[in-house]
């Protein structure tokens, strides 16, 4: 099995900075794509940032330019930091991996379960 294990969030005024952090353990041979999606009550969970194994990114619009995601491949952690923060930026959010288990193994997709962000305006 697979844990991921989120630190970092909490409460912070509009215009302020927070950085999350994820780390993964357990049976864990080969990480690939590692992020974070983000969910807001009422709302579907959504895309912030993903980060593959060879540091390339992918950020979704709403938070391009603010929020910056980085990993550390050899302490199996990846990074958000996020900058000139929004009141609508505030939900729960969601550490992503995807880990193959052994060689040969599939890929196979983790969660975990979530730090609570919340800015005030």
């Known amino acids: 099995q697979v844990q991921l294990v989120e630190s970092g969030g909490g409460l912070v005024q509009a215009g302020g900075s927070l950085r999350v952090s994820c780390a993964a353990s357990?049976?864990?041979?080969?990480?690939?794509?590692m992020g974070w999606y983000r969910q807001a009550p009422g709302s579907q969970r959504q895309l912030v940032a993903t980060?593959?194994?060879?540091?390339?990114?992918n950020y979704a619009d709403s938070v391009k330019g603010r929020f910056t995601i980085s990993r550390d491949n050899a302490k199996r952690t990846v990074y958000l930091q996020m900058n000139s923060l929004k009141p609508e930026d505030s939900a729960r959010y969601y550490c992503?991996?995807?880990?193959?288990?052994?060689?040969?193994?599939?890929?196979?997709?983790?969660w975990g379960q979530g730090t609570q962000v919340t800015v005030s305006s």
């Open positions: 992503y991996a995807r880990v193959k288990g052994r060689w040969g193994s599939p890929w196979a997709d983790y």
């Open positions: 357990g049976n864990i041979f080969s990480l690939d794509t």
């Open positions: 980060i593959i194994s060879s540091g390339s990114t």
